[in-house]
């Protein structure tokens, strides 16, 4: 089993930034990939970016290419996406994922789920 806990989600005004950390426990082996995706309200869950269990081979989806960063403090295995220059349709509920075999957008490739963290942009 594997336990992931983001926090770092909060109220913000455009322009702002944040930095989501996910922190993974249990049997976390190293040859999965970890992702970060968000649900906006009322939309189905979207990926954001993810990145090799080592902290190598960050991918990210268009849309936020640029603005958002993901990266792995691998003493700690937490996972950081550092999101800048926030919009307002940047808000939604943020959630870590580990498990996929490869740098996968797809929901369904990652075994493991956190509980979320929401972020809310304000305009």
């Known amino acids: 089993q594997v336990q992931l806990v983001e926090t770092g989600g909060g109220l913000v005004q455009a322009g702002g930034s944040l930095r989501l950390s996910c922190a993974a426990s249990?049997?976390?082996?190293?040859?999965?990939?970890m992702g970060w995706f968000r649900q906006p309200p009322g939309k189905e869950r979207e990926f954001v970016a993810a990145?090799?269990?080592?902290?190598?081979?960050?991918n990210y989806a268009d849309s936020v290419k640029g603005r958002f960063t993901i990266s792995k403090d691998n003493a700690k295995n937490t996972v950081f996406l550092q999101i800048n220059s926030l919009k307002p349709e940047d808000t939604a509920n943020y959630y870590c994922?580990?498990?996929?075999?490869?740098?996968?957008?797809?929901?369904?490739?990652?075994?493991?789920w956190g509980q979320g963290t929401q972020v809310t942009v304000s305009s």
């Open positions: 249990g049997r976390t082996f190293p040859s999965y990939y």
């Open positions: 990145i090799y269990w080592s902290g190598d081979n960050p």
């Open positions: 994922a580990f498990g996929a075999y490869r740098s996968s957008s797809f929901p369904r490739e990652y075994r493991y």
